[in-house]
């Protein structure tokens, strides 16, 4: 019979292996959502179904146009969102030293605050899609506007600036840790700019634009998985 002092070191040679097991299944998990994220996002971008303008009038029509690609593409950047969100509590880990420290971890809570609340909000594509398929245009387009002018909606929809804010001090974060190189700022903020000048009916377009937005997410997922590789290659 083991004693109790046996019994307990045998208990402390075994936890620690079975943390750091668990520790690299969510680091992998985490690198996965990054990296999907932006996959998940484009695919919900490139299904979007096309409007003519960015008026009320032709946002609703262009919904209720097609049910089956509002439908998937408001589920693809649902998902989307929410695995980019949990994932980028990952990227903190990627700090080694002080620098970048701060405007990451800042990026990470706003991008995390903003992503979780535009996920929800594209339930507004359903019911939109069904009042433009029943009512008359004008009738369905002057709900639509009622319900964005309801007094406490910005406290959710407005968070949307969050996650621009957060996507780009993720950028600046570990582009001064030494992450990632400058360029990815100059990327984001190119396809930032972009998003304000494209046209509407350039649907594609926009949607490339607006992925490039999440590429932050990607780059972090990647190096995240060069992290473990170098970890498991120096174990």
């Known amino acids: 019979m083991n004693s109790p ?3 307990t070191t045998a208990a402390t040679d075994v936890l620690p ?3 750091d097991r668990a520790g690299r299944f969510l ?5 996965t959502a990054l990296i999907g994220s932006p996959l998940l996002v ?4 490139m299904t979007c179904p096309p409007q003519d303008s960015y008026s009320t009038v032709d946002y609703v029509t262009s919904l209720a146009r097609d049910s089956f690609l509002t439908e998937l593409s408001a589920m693809l950047l649902h998902y989307g969102l929410i695995v980019g969100a949990l994932g980028a509590f990952a990227v903190p880990g990627l700090i080694r030293g002080r620098k970048g420290r701060w405007p990451t971890l800042f990026g990470v809570l706003a991008t995390a605050l903003g992503l979780l609340n535009v996920s929800g909000a594209v339930r ?3 019911w939109r899609m069904v009042i433009g398929q029943q009512l008359p245009i004008g009738d369905a387009a002057r709900i639509s506007d009622t319900v964005d002018a309801s007094a406490f909606l910005p406290l959710w929809s407005g968070t949307e600036i ?12 570990l582009a001064r840790a030494g992450i990632v190189g400058w360029w990815l700022t100059a990327v984001y903020l190119g396809a930032f700019a972009g998003m304000m000048v494209i046209p509407a009916d350039l649907t594609y377009v926009i949607g490339s634009a607006f992925t490039l937005l999440y590429l932050p997410l990607a780059v972090a997922g990647v190096r995240v998985f060069q992290r473990e590789r170098g970890a498991a290659a120096a174990a």
């Open 42 to 45: 484009f695919a919900g971008m």
């Open 162 to 173: 969050f996650a621009f804010l957060g996507l780009l001090a993720l950028c600046a974060g």
């Open 17 to 19: 292996e079975g943390s």
């Open 124 to 126: 507004d594509d359903w």
């Open 5 to 7: 002092a046996h019994t």
């Open 27 to 31: 680091r992998r998990a985490a690198g």
